[in-house]
């Protein structure tokens, strides 16, 4: 009798307290959480740029304590398989409607970014691309905003450094999507503008590509240099058809964004990959402190796993999330914090970079690496630099 007197009175208690909360705004509930839903591919082909990126945002946040502006941050992760727009756009759509995120976050593909893009707009959610590089992106949704790189930013740097370095024909091999299209454009336009010439271009499926026509196709139409992107995750296959179709000792050049390089791969593709030239934003053996500390902490963290470009992606991202969190004094609303990510500046891992407050998205140094042996493995060792590259995909063509 007594215990059930007890009962009664706690659960009257605990359904009192309930609603008092839920007739709260959810703004003036400051002891909550702020919750970042991040949408990755832990799965499927495309599960390292998911590995890469949830580990970094874990990393950052182990790093610089998991509150800002006097909030604590909760990372909310669903899998994306890697493929499925719909499934993208219905994991975005209920992390806001039923988690309450505050933020999107991830993106590993560009056809996926293109799907959430509505549901920020509708929802007034900021979203932040830390893998996706297709030059328009941000252009999807006024809540876009860029920590990753966009390809024409890495792929016209390569163009004029490859005429400029004796270069004269290329062929140029790319993912049949449009991220592919927009590393061939941007590469195309700034190679042939400084006095190159382009003998053909061939594009291969992105679902299961086999490479080997692909690549064969280019070694018959014979060129100075075979120009590649692939997303990450696909390099190493590329580069052993390279390698067993023997375009090097045919002497053509492999040149290529450091998607193909990827630091993750990049030890296991071997001597083939060894003098293999690109342009990418991140290098794992860029010469900094705070890249040092960074790569150091990542392999703890991860046992060993070295950081590729997707990772500094999502660290960054979370460093535009936690500064913007800093601004706001933890109000949130996405309107301020959206706000708040424009404009940042910041050194990252990768050099110094800003969030471009008209376009949302990142401008950044671009570096020409090449592939050497250091201490017994494979890197990307810089050895030139181009500073602050805006996305030149924006340019009126
Ligand atoms: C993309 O789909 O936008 C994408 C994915 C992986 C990359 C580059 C671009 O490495």
């Avoid at 082909?45 to 941050?73: H, W």
């Avoid at 992107?229 to 050049?253: C, D, H, I, W």
């Avoid at 960074?294 to 070295?306: D, I, P, S, T, Y």
């Amino acid at each position: 009798m007594h215990r059930a007197h007890w009962d009664r009175r706690n659960f009257l208690a605990a359904a009192a307290s309930g609603a008092a909360v839920a007739a709260l705004p959810r703004t003036a509930m400051a002891a909550d959480p702020v919750k970042v839903g991040l949408i990755v591919p832990k799965t499927g082909p495309f599960a390292s740029t998911g590995r890469q990126v949830e580990a970094a945002c874990r990393l950052y946040m182990q790093t610089n304590g998991d509150s800002a502006g006097g909030r604590k941050i909760e990372l909310v992760v669903r899998d994306d398989t890697g493929t499925a727009p719909e499934l993208t756009k219905r994991l975005a759509q209920e992390l806001v409607v039923r988690d309450h995120v505050s933020v999107l976050a991830g993106f590993g593909l560009t056809p996926l970014a293109f799907a959430a893009a509505p549901v920020a707009t509708e929802t007034k959610v900021p979203m932040i691309v830390m893998a996706a590089a297709t030059s328009v992106i941000p252009q999807r949704s006024p809540f876009i905003v860029r920590s990753g790189f966009t390809v024409p930013q890495i792929t016209a740097p390569m163009g004029e450094w490859a005429s400029k370095n004796g270069v004269r024909k290329v062929v140029t091999l790319v993912s049949d999507y449009a991220p592919g299209i927009d590393s061939e454009k941007a590469f195309v336009k700034r190679f042939t503008e400084t006095g190159g010439t382009i003998v053909e271009s061939v594009r291969a499926p992105l679902a299961n590509p086999d490479f080997a026509p692909y690549v064969q196709r280019a070694k018959d139409a014979k060129a100075d240099a075979l120009f590649v992107f692939v997303p990450s995750g696909v390099g190493s296959a590329v580069m052993k058809q390279y390698a067993e179709r023997g375009l090097n000792t045919a002497g053509m050049k492999l040149i290529c964004t450091g998607d193909v390089t990827d630091d993750e791969q990049l030890n296991s593709m071997g001597d083939g990959a060894l003098g293999v030239v690109s342009s990418h934003h991140y290098s794992a053996a860029h010469p900094s402190a705070a890249n040092k500390k960074f790569v150091q902490a990542f392999e703890k963290a991860n046992k060993g796993l070295r950081p590729n470009f997707m990772a500094v992606g999502g660290y960054d991202g979370m460093r535009v999330i936690y500064e913007a969190l800093r601004k706001t004094q933890g109000k949130g609303g996405g309107d301020a914090l959206l706000a708040a990510m424009k404009g940042q500046i910041f050194e990252s891992p990768r050099g110094p970079v800003y969030i471009d407050a008209q376009t949302r998205d990142i401008v950044q140094n671009v570096y020409l690496r090449k592939v050497e042996r250091k201490d017994g493995e494979l890197y990307n060792v810089e050895f030139a630099v181009i500073n602050d590259v805006k996305d030149p995909g924006k340019e009126k063509k």
